[in-house]
Structures are given as structure tokens and as C-alpha cells.
């Protein structure tokens, strides 16, 4: 397996998973307030299987996601990063990027923290050289959708889709798409 790299910002610590975030990561996939954009809460065992995932996809990709730590205040508090969607939609092939934080940690500008430096670790990919990033969610996410704004992140109407993974019919399986282009360098 390679390292997952670690990123710092300014109030988090962003690092693999440890074997002691699964409590931690299952208490916030069991939580209805936090997945109440999900089709459902997860259980245990669902939480070890998507662990291993996250593991797997650092090891295949490079990139993925990032445990969230806030040094001397909580050793785990979700999580925030970039990943390949496993399902096939309009903007597919593409990158991800997404979080999750535990409702004890929300309204402190913590997800949009370190999104903006997975942001940042995104660009500076050589391989694979990403010249966009996405992200998606149901309408109704508002926070979800203002931490997408917040990174300048655009909606266009035209992009928003069904999600393949929900039922036809299900009131979740509406999303919107919201997408950055790589910045500029500076010449
Ligand atoms: C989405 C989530 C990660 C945001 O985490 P966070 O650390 O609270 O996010 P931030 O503090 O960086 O930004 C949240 C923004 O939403 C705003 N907000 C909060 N509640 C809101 C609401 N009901 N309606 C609109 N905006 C709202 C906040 O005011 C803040 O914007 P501001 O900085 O302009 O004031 C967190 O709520 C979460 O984990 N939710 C459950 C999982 C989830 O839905 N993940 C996303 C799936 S796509």
C-alpha cells in the first residue's frame, strides 16, 4: 500500500485512515442528521467494507479521501476529498470531490477548509493531469451545495441528473452537478 500523503491547513490535520476512525466513521454513517441526504443510514459492516474502498482507492488512484483531524480538539471528524465516482452519468469519467463531517463539527467552515486544500492537492496531480473537478448532491443539500459555491464551484441547470445507484422513482435520485476548471497559471 502507498502513504497516504498528509495535508495541513490552517485548524486541520488531513491523513489516512486509522484502524481506530471505523468507531468513529460508523457513529457518523449511522446518523440520521447526517445522512439524511443518503437513501440511509449505514451499518456497521457497510462502514468497514467502504473503509477498505477508501483504502483501495489511494492505492489505486493517488488521491481519495482524507480522514479530517482537528489537532488537539478531535482526533477524527469525518472526512473530505477527491475521488473517481463508481457509476456511469453524463460527466463521467471524472473526479470527485466530496466530505463528510459529524454533526458536531458542522457550521465552523471546517469542510470548506479542507476541501480547499483538496482542492489544491487536485491540481497539483501530474498524472492524472485533472483539468476539472466535480461535485453532486441532491437539491435539497443546502449546505452541501453552499460549500460547493463557497470553493466556486458552478451549477449549470442543464448538468443535474438522475443518480444510477437510486431507484427510479426515489425521491433522492434527483442530483445537481457542480463543477471547477482548473485555475489559470500564472504566465
Ligand atoms: C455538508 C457538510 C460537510 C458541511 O460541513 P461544514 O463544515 O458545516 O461546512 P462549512 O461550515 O464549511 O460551510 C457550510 C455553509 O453552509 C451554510 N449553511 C448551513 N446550514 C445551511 C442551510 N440550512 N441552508 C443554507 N446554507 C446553510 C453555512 O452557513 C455555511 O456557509 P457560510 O460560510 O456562507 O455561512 C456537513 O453539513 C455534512 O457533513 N453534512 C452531511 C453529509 C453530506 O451531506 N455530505 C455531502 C454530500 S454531497
Not at 14 to 38: I, S, T, Y
Not at 149 to 171: N, S, Y
Given at each position: ?126 498524472a492524472p493531469r485533472l483539468e476539472e ?55
Open positions: 500500500m502507498r502513504p497516504v500523503p498528509e495535508r495541513r491547513t490552517a485548524r486541520l490535520l488531513l491523513r489516512g485512515f486509522r484502524g481506530e476512525d471505523l468507531a468513529p466513521l460508523a457513529a457518523l454513517n449511522a446518523d440520521p442528521r447526517v445522512m439524511e441526504h443518503f437513501p440511509a443510514p449505514m451499518s456497521l459492516e457497510e462502514t468497514a467494507a467502504q473503509l477498505a474502498r477508501f483504502r483501495q482507492h489511494w492505492d489505486e488512484h493517488g488521491f481519495g479521501w482524507w480522514a479530517v483531524e482537528v489537532p488537539g480538539v478531535a482526533p477524527f471528524i469525518g472526512w473530505v476529498g477527491l475521488a473517481r465516482p463508481r457509476f456511469e452519468a453524463h460527466f463521467t469519467p471524472c473526479v470527485e470531490i466530496g466530505w463528510r463531517l459529524a454533526a458536531h463539527a458542522w457550521g465552523r467552515g471546517y469542510a470548506t477548509e479542507g476541501a480547499r486544500e483538496a482542492l489544491q492537492f487536485g491540481w497539483a496531480l501530474q473537478i466535480v461535485a453532486f448532491t441532491v437539491p435539497a443539500n443546502a449546505r452541501s451545495r453552499r460549500v460547493m459555491e463557497k470553493l466556486g464551484m458552478r451549477h449549470d441547470p442543464r448538468d443535474d441528473f438522475e443518480h444510477p445507484r437510486i431507484p427510479p422513482g426515489h425521491p433522492l435520485r434527483r442530483h445537481v452537478l457542480s463543477r471547477v476548471r482548473r485555475p489559470t497559471e500564472p504566465a
